[in-house]
Each structure stands twice: as structure tokens, then as C-alpha cells.
């Protein structure tokens, strides 16, 4: 399965891997803003196999930790820089010796100093989609970085730009005015549809980039009542923003919804994370599923999905009943 990102014409495999989680622990102040210790070895495993499997994006942020994230995927992929196409962020700031995010700066400098941060750490020349990583900046203050980022595409340093926000009015705000504007990075998945800013994505003819696919791991059915998660976990001490885990824990009420859609999601003999996958490639020929991995495991069981391709109409219209219902 391939996608063609948006109005740039970079075409990539239809699933794509989240670099987060391979960034591991980083704070601000004391909210844990990772996802706990991870293996660097493994990571690079886990990236190589992703291309052995046929996935040719990855997604990554500069503040992802800070700046360690980017530097795997630089690593993972030296000499293979041709065969993929990388996406990062940038809009927030960090201090790498403390792995402690720090704030943000949405000015055009600002701007101009993270590319070339970020292409240093990459270990690349340009990249493929570089996003604005600030959910909800006042539209002006977007718009004002519009002339800044056509610079960048006419020196070569990125081939497309968007912004990775869940609030139609902003995708649509940049989309209006940016011509190499290419992808809306959005948070969707089983759980949380985004109805919004698919009508933008369609509209414009851009690529919708599904942050959190599989709902923070909730979506692979291994989270329980009783699991708990670490105080270097994002999840264990869960931001404001963060509902689907609380105190540590899954939180019960997204436990209920995740039982409620394992018999739709499963019932072509897809595991549960598969079929959260096929649910959004079925919902819109424009989505690009970025769930996370630290193994090359996980990698596996979510490359498989793509041999299996779109939900089934049937299955897919079950899961949307179950979301009419509340």
C-alpha cells in the first residue's frame, strides 16, 4: 500500500513509524514527557526492519528526547537516506544536556536555526516534511512563518512543510496560503475520530498524518486494569491532555471502549492493532497511520497490516455504529 503525501508528490508506504518513544526519557520540569528508558540497539533494529518490511516514513520531532530521536534516525538509515522519507517538527525548545524541554518560539529565527539543528542530527541534507509542532498557535503568528518556510523549500533544505495540530480552522488557515503546505499531522485513531480535519485534508488535497493510531498503546490490547507505567512515562504521570491514561494506570472508561471494538477490529483474523490500522486507512484514502515502536517485534506485527490492507466495508461500518452510539 502506497500514499502520495498530500500536493507534493513524495510518495511513501501507506503506514508509517512514530519516533517518539525511541527518543526516550525526557522532562519539563518534573512531567515526564517520554516514553520511559529505551535500547538505542533495538531502536536501530526496529528502523531497519520497518524498511526491510516495505515502510518508507518515518516521523520524528527535534524535541523528542531532546534531540536524541533524530539522531537514531540518522544513524539507522545512513546510507539508505534515498529510500525513505523523514518528517520532523520543530516549535518547541529544549536544553540537550538536561534533556529538559524548555518552552517554544514560533519567530521566523527561531525557525532558521531548527532546520539546520535538525538536518545536522539527521545526518541529512534536506528533509521530506518539516512540521510545525505547536498544536495551538494563534493562526497569525503560523501565517507569519509561511514566506520563512518557501525560503527553505527554495534552498533545498525541506521539500514540503505542515503543521501538526488537531483544530480545523488552523489546518485550513496554512493550508489556504502555503503552497508547498503538503500534510496536517492530527491526533486519530479508533478511539477519537477527526472528522474536522479529514473535510480539511480532502479540501486541500493534503496527506492526514495520524498521530496516536493505536491510542497510546491502548489499541494493541496488552494494557489491563491493573497495568501500571513508570514515573518516566508520559503515560504513568498522564498531562491534562493525556485522557487515555490516569494515575498511572489505563483509564477505565477507554479500557470499556478499547473491549467494545476488538470483536469489529479482529474479526478477519487481524490482531487488535492491525485492525485499528485498517479502521483509518478504511475512513480515508489520505490517512498515514504513524504508530510508535521501540522493538523490531512491534514493528513486524504493524507492517503486517499493510499486506492486509483497508477494514472490510462491514467491519469498518460496525466500529462507526459504535461511535454514533457515543
Known amino acids: 500500500m502506497r500514499r502520495t503525501l498530500g500536493r507534493s508528490g513524495i510518495e511513501v508506504s501507506a503506514l508509517g513509524v512514530g519516533c517518539w518513544a525511541i527518543g526516550g526519557p525526557f522532562w519539563q520540569g518534573a512531567q515526564p514527557l517520554g516514553w520511559g528508558e529505551v535500547d538505542d540497539e533495538e531502536s536501530v533494529r526496529a528502523l531497519r526492519r520497518a524498511l526491510e518490511l516495505g515502510v518508507t516514513f518515518y516521523d520524528t520531532a527535534d524535541v523528542y528526547g531532546t534531540g536524541h530521536s533524530e539522531r537514531i534516525l540518522g544513524r539507522a538509515f545512513a546510507g539508505h537516506r534515498d529510500e525513505v522519507a523523514i518528517a520532523t517538527k520543530w516549535g518547541n525548545t529544549f536544553d540537550e544536556a538536561t534533556r529538559q524541554a524548555t518552552g517554544s518560539d514560533a519567530t521566523p529565527e527561531y525557525l532558521r536555526s531548527a532546520v539546520e539543528a535538525s538536518l545536522r542530527r539527521l545526518g541529512t541534507d534536506r528533509i521530506d516534511l518539516y512540521q510545525l509542532h505547536l498544536n495551538g498557535l494563534p493562526i497569525p503568528t503560523a501565517l507569519d512563518l509561511v514566506d520563512t518556510l518557501e525560503a527553505l523549500v527554495a534552498a533545498g533544505k525541506i521539500r514540503a512543510y505542515g503543521w501538526s495540530t488537531d483544530f480545523a480552522d488552523r489546518a485550513s488557515a496554512i493550508a489556504s496560503v502555503g503552497p508547498h503546505v503538503t500534510a496536517i499531522q492530527h491526533s486519530m485513531s ?137
Do not use: Y
Not at 494493541?220 to 497495568?227: A, I, Q
Open 190 to 326: 479508533v478511539l477519537e475520530d477527526s472528522p474536522d480535519v479529514l473535510d480539511v485534508v480532502e479540501k486541500h488535497d493534503l496527506a492526514s498524518i495520524n498521530r496516536g493510531p493505536l491510542a497510546m498503546g491502548l489499541l494493541t490490547g496488552k494494557f489491563t486494569r491493573s497495568s501500571t507505567l513508570g514515573p518516566d512515562d508520559v503515560r504513568g504521570i498522564a498531562p491534562d491532555w493525556l485522557s487515555f491514561f490516569q494515575d498511572g494506570r489505563p483509564a477505565p472508561a477507554w479500557l470499556d471502549r478499547v473491549a467494545e471494538v476488538r470483536d469489529a477490529l479482529t474479526s478477519d483474523g487481524r490482531t487488535l492493532a492491525q485492525g485499528a490500522l485498517g479502521w483509518l486507512w478504511a475512513r480515508s484514502p489520505r490517512t498515514i497511520p504513524i504508530p510508535g515502536c521501540r522493538t523490531v517485534a512491534q514493528v513486524e506485527e504493524n507492517a503486517a497490516a499493510l499486506a492486509k490492507g483497508p477494514l472490510a466495508a462491514d467491519a469498518a461500518a460496525a466500529v462507526t455504529a459504535l461511535f454514533s452510539r457515543g
